[in-house]
T-cell receptor, first 112, second 115 residues
Framework: RKEVEQDPGPFNVPEGATVAFNCTYS??????FFWYRQDCRKEPKLLMS???SGNEDGRFTAQLNRASQYISLLIRDSKLSDSATYLC?????????????FGAGTTVTVRA | DTEVTQTPKHLVMGMTNKKSLKCEQH?????MYWYKQKAKKPPELMFV???????INESVPSRFSPECPNSSLLNLHLHALQPEDSALYLC??????????????FGSGTQLSVL
């Protein structure tokens, strides 16, 4: 089983729509969760951390479900500029500490 | 704009060449990373330096040789690469490299083509 698995997409949505997708992780000892966004041929950029109680940043809402071992990202009122690949990042126990593992990404395309 | 600077942005090299990728950050971070990313795939971790010591080597072939001269600089020395090594090479930094709640800050990457 992969350490981090994501809805592959692509999600093709009209402007103004709401889109949501999930990411599952395999290790119950994971303790840090992030969403990064990556535009084509660019570097990943941190979108938001994901906290136990869920958190919101403008139009973006992230949730964590520890019991079922998944995190989610919801984008409200989609903009054309939200078109990107969204990478789920989770930390995993490593011999001396933790290391971060990336999901394969969910592609979102917002159309006019 | 990214606070992690990578050079060069593009590199074309032959299989017998020796080249180096460079990465620099001035955020006071003590951990630096090399990732490799192929098209339409997620970044794959190659190396982690924490406090200037190599803490993670993900079984990377010896034709890739990392070097961390100080806490702000990270190099990746390349020698006798194969065409399948063509990829985007990303440098990142974080506060300490423990992986606990740490956010990664990425450079814009070096697009490497091996002919």
């Amino acid at each position: 089983r992969k350490e981090v698995e994501q809805d592959p997409g692509p999600f093709n949505v009209p402007e103004g729509a709401t889109v949501a997708f999930n990411c599952t992780y395999s290790n119950s000892a994971s303790q840090s969760f992030f969403w990064y966004r990556q535009d084509c041929r660019k570097e990943p950029k941190l979108l938001m951390s994901v906290y136990s109680s869920g958190n919101e940043d403008g139009r973006f809402t992230a949730q964590l479900n520890r019991a079922s071992q998944y995190i989610s990202l919801l984008i409200r009122d989609s903009k054309l500029s939200d078109s990107a690949t969204y990478l789920c990042v989770v930390n995993f126990p490593h011999p001396d500490d933790y290391k971060l593992s990336f999901g394969a990404g969910t592609t979102v395309t917002v159309r006019a | 704009d990214t606070e992690v600077t990578q050079t060069p942005k593009h590199l074309v090299m032959g299989m017998t060449n020796k080249k180096s990728l460079k990465c620099e950050q001035h955020m006071g971070h003590r951990a630096m990373y090399w990732y490799k990313q192929k098209a339409k795939k997620p970044p794959e971790l190659m190396f982690v330096y924490s406090y200037e010591k190599l803490s993670i080597n993900e079984s990377v072939p010896s034709r890739f040789s990392p070097e961390c001269p100080n806490s702000s600089l990270l190099n990746l020395h390349l020698h006798a690469l194969q065409p399948e090594d063509s990829a985007l090479y990303l440098c990142a930094s974080s506060v300490s490299g423990t992986g606990r709640g740490e956010k990664l800050f990425f450079g814009s990457g070096t697009q490497l083509s091996v002919l």
